[in-house]
């Protein structure tokens, strides 16, 4: 079940990450500001032709038409040349510097994920995830970005059109300097509510489409059980409530910008235009005086849109910024070093574990050790505790205390990536890659030639259906291998195992998909890896693993028994007990 946080990211963590993602566009900065600054200014001077045009024929059309008109031409024309070439030049770079953080920021929330243990992803919804990733960071820093160029572009604007009014008349200012306390006590009081609203929004919107991943990734199972109508009406009420806190969160910007639109759009140019009047300006002056706050008008109206716009942007980053705080339970220390494992002994001291969101001890002192390039296969019922071992193996978690030691070294004092470089894993769930059986087998060892991939695939016992099929390794497995039956993922599982070659090899229900038969072949073709390495087997059919150097007999976190296959059937009961149950002797 996914952790509900509450959470808002500050104005300096926002700041500090976009910083941080910038390095190779930085440079462009200052360019785009000089073109927006340009474009701004000139954007500016239409009220000055305006009111060269009015004034001049108002004056004296005639003299205008004769010495006037071809100036004013060209200056429009200029005006108008050199803004269009100012904003190609500033909309490109916005696009380019914006979309390169976005990227970067995409990457290194990404590499911090994977940096991240597995307590997270077994409480956080993949659509979760998938949506922070990619829709959230897009609307994310393209609005922010976007806004805060457009403030830029408006500051180049305003100034000076507030400035050649208040030259005009300096009542114009305490007419602006109202309208703007009016505007940021607003925007004190509303930003919190709609940011919390905006935010509660987004979440709602993970939540869908974590449901929908779900949905879509469990719809053999949804039409096995004919529960269609079911998972509608579930979805149907996470798009109502949607809805519901949409409408809510529109309610309050509508508002919030109406008000202020009511301000600019009616009340503020009355009160200029009397102001205009009782001044007895000239019909150009007056049209000059209008245009400038239509300028003014309209950039502030621009400010409340982009208000809502970073209100919106600020919910999606709170959400980004939320991952990124995100800390591994299980990390490399300072003086982590690096490990090749040569031997395989695996040692576990005096190790107690539960898991992060648990109360119960799943490994309760648990003593025990493999020696180098034994066959140890754990046997015992569900929750006995046999996968979290080698969980603990992997150093997917850390013991609560005690150790667990490989080729007596700590697990603790290695690196990761090193640890696991070394050790093959076969899960119960199989997971392939959508792509092809050649990148599936490169994915665990990239530089393999066809002949060594090949030669895995024929120990793995899948060769003989492959070379049949008309692409061969090159054929594509689909989606999580949709392609392929269970008993095909499992081999090719397998047959990556053999590729990568490991030290260790670790098999937790390796099998569990294929039947008895292909399962005695796979375990015959695998008797000449096992013996040259330390393989530790998980499977409930013990059959398959009566010949092993070793079996371990776990209940509930501890060690009942260790001994070969006959010796733990005369001597312990619950082996006896499984054995029985499989009709097993």
Known sequence: MQ???????????????????SKNIRVLFPLELFFVAIDGFLASRLPVLLKFFVDGIQNNIDLFLKEKLIIGIIFSLT?????????????????????????????????????????????????????????????????????????????????????????????????????????????????????????????????IN???????????????????????????????????????????????????????????????????????????????????????????RSIIEISNRIFVAIASFDRVIEFFNKSPLVKDDSTAKPIS??????????????????????????NLHIKEKTRVGLVGQSGAGKTTILNLILRFYDPVSGTV????????????????????????????LNGTIKENMLFVKPEAVDTEIIDALKKAQIWDYIQKLPDGINTTVGERGVKLSGGQRQRLSIARVFLKDPAILLFDEATSSVDSKTEHDIYKTMQK?????????????????????????????????????KELYSRCDLYKKLCDQQNFI
């Not at 509450?6 to 941080?20: G, P, T, Y």
């Not at 529960?227 to 109502?240: A, G, R």
């Not at 509508?254 to 009047?277: E, K, Q, R, S």
């Open 3 to 21: 952790e509900k946080i509450h959470f808002k990211a500050s104005f300096k963590e926002i700041v500090v990450i976009l910083f941080k993602n």
């Open 79 to 207: 005006l108008a040349f050199s803004w269009y070439i100012s904003a190609i030049i500033q909309h490109y770079l916005k696009e380019k510097i914006s979309t390169n953080i976005m990227i970067n920021v995409q990457s290194s929330l990404y590499s911090h994920l994977q940096n991240l243990s597995l307590d997270f992803y077994q409480n956080t919804y993949i659509g979760e995830i998938t949506t922070r990733l990619t829709n959230d960071i897009y609307q994310s820093i393209k609005e922010l970005y976007a806004a805060f160029m457009h403030s830029i572009w408006i500051l180049f604007m305003l100034v000076p059109s507030v400035y050649t009014m208040v030259k005009f008349n300096a009542n114009f200012f305490w007419i602006f300097f109202v309208f703007m306390i009016v505007f940021g006590i607003l925007l004190k009081v509303f930003m919190p509510i709609i940011r919390k609203r905006e935010r509660n929004l987004q979440d709602q919107r993970g939540k």
């Open 210 to 300: 974590a449901k929908i991943t779900e949905y879509i990734y469990s719809m053999s199972l949804i039409k096995a059980f004919a529960k269609e109508k079911e998972t509608s009406e579930i979805m149907k009420k996470e798009f109502n409530l949607f809805l519901s806190k949409a409408l809510t969160s529109a309610k309050i910007q509508i508002l919030f910008n109406d008000f202020l639109n009511m301000f600019v759009l009616y009340l503020a140019p009355t009160m200029l235009l009397c102001l205009g009047v009782f001044m007895r300006l000239t019909t150009g002056e007056l049209v000059a005086f209008f245009s400038y706050w239509n300028i003014a008008g309209a950039r502030v």
């Open 341 to 366: 494992i040569t031997k395989g002994s695996i040692t576990f001291t005096n190790v107690n574990f539960k898991y992060p969101l648990d109360e119960k001890m799943i490994i309760i002192n648990l």
């Open 405 to 432: 030691l490989i080729d007596n070294d700590d697990i603790k004092t290695v690196q990761q990536k090193t640890l696991r470089q070394n050790i093959g894993v076969v899960l119960q769930d199989t997971i392939l």
């Open 529 to 565: 890896l096992l013996k040259s390495r330390t393989s530790v087997i998980i499977t409930h059919r013990l059959a398959t693993i009566h010949e092993c150097d070793q079996i371990v007999v776990l209940d509930k976190g501890n060690v009942v028994d260790i001994g070969r296959h």
